[in-house]
C-alpha cells in the first residue's frame, strides 16, 4: 500500500512506533520555532535542564507577540530570549521583524522538514510541504536539546481541491469553508493533506493562509505537495536548493476524503465569537463596521496588502472607519513601501502599524465599545481583541478593504457592481523577496554568550511526583470550548508576567471567574471541570502552568484540545475524561476525590479511576495515556521526567 504525504515524511522522521493511528510515535525534529510569549520558559526550561546547545538543524526565536515595549519588562524579556539565541544556538528575530510563521516561512520553512514550534498556527508552512506541529514549550526545550517529539499518529484526511477559485473568492474562503462543515473540532488528531487538480492553482501564500488556518479546526497539521508554485516561491524568496518534490503516492490510503471545488466558493464570514460561525458574507451584509484590519500570521503578508491597496488605490476608506495595516513581516512592509503601495494606503486614509501580532491578541487597536471589527485573522474567541464585549469577524483581505471602503460588510461583489470601477485584485507574489535581513541575527553573528535576565525572569517551577491522592474541591465549573485565552488572557497588561509564574498565576481563569486564582490559593489546589474542548486554541504552556502554580491537580473534561492536554501532562496535572452525565451532575465547589492509589494507577497502566464526590456518589474517569505519558505523570512532569532520563534516577 502506498504512503501519503504526511506518512512518508513521519517514516523519514520515525525513531519509535508505528504509524497506526491513534499510537503514540516519536519523531525527530529538524526545526524549531519558539515566540515571544512562549519562549522566555522554553529557554528556562532549556537551561534548566542543564542543555549547552541546540542539536536540531535550526531553531529560531521570534519576537511577535508582545513587540511593544511599556516598560522594562517586555524590553527584558526580549533581551533575554536575544541572549539565549546567542548562548545556546538559535537564529534571532528582533521585535518588529515580523509573526515567526511568516519570518519562518520566507526564510527557512523547507519541504520534507519537520518543524515544532510553541505557538499553534506553527502548521502554517505546510503549504511549502513541511510537516509542522505546534507544541508545548517544553517539547521545544527537549526538542532542541535533540530529544525526540512524541505525538499521536494522526489520522490523514484527504482534501481534494477541484476547480479554481473565481471572482472575489480567495484562500480564505477555502479555510473557511472547512470550518463551515466541519466546526473547531473537526480536525481533531487529523492532518489534513490537500491534493487534486485545484492544488496547482494555489500559490505558496495562498496555500499558507489555508494550512495556517487548519489549527482553528484542531488539526494537528495540514500540509500540501509540492510542485512548480513551490519551486517558484523558493527561487522568489532566494532558497532554490531547498525545493524537494514531495507528494503523495498514487495509491496511498486516506482515512477519509473531503472535496472541496474552489469554482463553488464565494466570500465568505466567520461571525463572532467562534472561526466556524461562518455564513456568506451577503448574509450580513449591512452591518456597520468601526475598525478593518489586514494583519496577522493568516493574512499579512505582502500578497494580503497588496490586494486592498490595489482596491483602495483613488479611494477613501470611509468616515466612521478606522483601517488599519499590520504586516506580518516587516519584510513584506518593506517590499510594499518600495514598492509605493505603503504611499497609496496611507492617502487613502489607513494606519499602518508595525509587524507584530498586537491586535491579534488584544495588544493594541482594541476595538471600541459595542462595534463592530473586520479582521483577517485567523480567530474571534469573545474578548480576544482585547475588549469583552467584541464583535469580531473574521474574513478574506478583499471583503475587509471592501468594507472599509462602504463603511458596512458588504460583498465585494456588489460592492464592484455600486462602484462600476472595481475589479477583483487577485494575487500577486514580488518577483524577488529582496527585504533586508538586518533584523534576523544569525547564531554565529551574535553578540552574546551568557544569558541576561532581567528582574521579571523567574524560575520555573517544579512539582512534586504524584503522589497516592489527587483531588479536592472543584474550584471551577466550565462550558465546552474553553480556550487558553480564557485560561491564562494574552492582554499587554498580563502577558508581560510570562516569565514571573508567581505574578501571572493571579490572572488564571480570570476571564471565567476573576476569583478563581484567589479561591484557589485559599482552597490550597484543588481540581478543574469543563465540557468538550477544553484549551483549545493557542499553545501556551502558561494555560498548564499556572493551574499548576495554583495547586490544581486534576481536570475532569469531558474532551481536551491536543497540546494542551499534552500540556497538562508536562506540568504534572492529571487529564482524565468524564462523560456527559457525569458533567451534568457535578456542581462547582463540589469535594472531588479520586478514591484509587493515583500513583500506583498511572504507573500501572489503569484506565479507569473512581471518583468520590463529597463522600456521597462515585463516577468513573478515564485516563486515555501513553507508557510515556504516564511516566511524565507520575514524576510530576516533564522537566522532572527528562531530568530523571538524562541522570537515570
Ligand atoms: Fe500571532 Fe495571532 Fe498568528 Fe498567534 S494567531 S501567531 S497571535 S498573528
Known sequence: MG???TEKILDDHLVEGELTPGEEIGIDIDQTLTQDTTGTMVWLQFEALGLEDVQTELAAQYCDHQTYQFDFKNTDDHRFLRSAAGTF???????GNGICHNVHKENFAAPGKTLLGSDSHTP?????????????????AVAMGGGPYYVEMPEVVNVRLEGELEGWASAKDVILEMLRRLSVKGGVGKVFEYTGPGVESLTVPERTTITNMGTELGATSSIFPTDEQTKDYLERVGRPEDFEKLEPDADAEYADEIVVDLSELEPLIAKPSMP????????VEGERVEQVMIGSCTNGSYEDILPGAKMLKGREVAKHTEMIVAPASKQSAEILARQGWTAELMAAGVNFSEATCGACIGIGHVP?????????????????????DDSVYLCSPEVATAAAIKGEIVDPRDLAEELGDLESPGIELPDEYDGSDADLIDPNESIDDELIKGPNIGDVPLKDPLGDTVGGESILKMDDNITTDHIIPATADILMYRSNIEKLSEFTLSRVDDTFADRALEADGGTLVAGENYGQGSSREHAALCPMYLGIEAVFAQ????????????????????????????EQGDDITVVDDVGAGVRNGEEQFTCRVNDDWEFTAQLHASERERDILAAGGKLSWTKEQATGD
Not at 89 to 95: D, E, I, L
Not at 276 to 283: C, S
Not at 559 to 571: C, D, E, T, Y
Open 124 to 140: 502554517t508552512p505546510g503549504g511549502l510541504g513541511q510537516l509542522a506541529i505546534g507544541a508545548g514549550g517544553l517539547d521545544i
Open 276 to 283: 466556524d460561525n461562518v455564513v456568506p458574507v451577503r448574509e
Open 559 to 586: 474532551s481536551f484540545a491536543r497540546i494542551h492536554r499534552a500540556n497538562l501532562f508536562n506540568f504534572g496535572i492529571v487529564p482524565l475524561t468524564i462523560d456527559d452525565d457525569t458533567y451534568e451532575q457535578i
Open 368 to 388: 471600541a465599545s459595542d462595534s463592530v471589527s473586520l479582521r483577517t485573522f485567523n480567530r474571534n474567541f469573545e474578548g480576544r481583541s482585547g475588549i469583552e
Open 89 to 95: 544556538g538559535a537564529h534571532f528575530s528582533r521585535p
Open 3 to 5: 504512503q501519503t504525504l
